[in-house]
């Protein structure tokens, strides 16, 4: 999957606008950051650290994209302990399926958040069209098993004690299925100068698409926003 453009990781920052400015975000699967550098330019005087299982986190503190880096899963005792209701947002970006149990990392994520606090989700969505015409070549099938489609993540999020404000998968849609299912269904004895303008012209269609196709159920993925209300449990 190639990176989000800094266009698509602001709009996500500014789906917070309508909230109240947080003082700490915390961005979990950060790798180097770079979508708390971003919302940086929407959010100037919020303090955002970052938390991610490879030590790509530590650079980007020296870099100063985060003020604190975290190594690790949120699930860690010695993590959860450490960040219990710190923060005013916390944002999981196509994080949960790469988790060994996301259901426990989202109650992780419940606990480092304080009451009041909001919950910024977005993820791949198991039940969509492309998901349902490409099978095995829409994701690899041990990230397809870690999925949870948006109705049970409400519901997940519901027990727990949080009011969902935004569910939106116009928004979070990402042009990327054409290229990618071209690229699996190439034959790998062909050479470059053939695969290549062949996926840059499947790409590009993506890009095309994606205002239509955002708009219907093709659309794959969802964002959520939940807030932890103040009597959760």
Excluded at 149 to 173: F, I, K, N, W
Aim: glycine share 4%; aromatic share 8%.
């Amino acid at each position: 999957m190639s990176a989000p453009s800094a266009r698509r990781l602001r709009s996500t920052a500014r789906a917070m606008l309508p909230f109240p400015e947080p003082e700490s975000w915390l961005d979990v699967g950060t790798y180097d950051a770079r979508f708390p550098a971003t919302a940086k330019e929407v959010f100037p005087y919020t303090a955002f650290d970052g938390l991610d299982v490879t030590p790509r986190v530590e650079w980007a503190r020296w870099a100063e994209r985060v003020e604190e880096a975290y190594v690790g899963l949120l699930t860690d005792p010695q993590v959860t302990t450490r960040l219990r209701a710190r923060y005013d947002v916390l944002s999981m970006l196509h994080y949960l399926p790469r988790t060994p149990d996301p259901r426990a990392e989202l109650r992780a994520a419940l606990t480092v958040l304080r009451p009041g606090g909001h919950l910024l989700l977005e993820a791949p969505d198991p039940r969509c069209a492309f998901a349902a015409l490409l099978g095995k070549r829409w994701l690899p099938r041990a990230l397809r098993l870690r999925l949870v489609p948006l109705d049970d993540l409400r519901t997940e999020l519901e027990s727990q004690g949080c009011t969902v404000l935004v569910t939106d998968r116009r928004a979070a849609h990402l042009p990327r299925d054409l290229s990618a299912a071209l690229s699996l269904a190439l034959p790998r004895t062909l050479p470059p100068w053939v695969t290549t303008p062949l996926v840059a012209a499947a790409k590009a269609l993506d890009h095309a698409l994606a205002p239509l196709l955002s708009l219907t159920p093709f659309s794959n993925s969802y964002r959520l926003i939940a807030r932890l209300e103040p009597s959760a449990p």
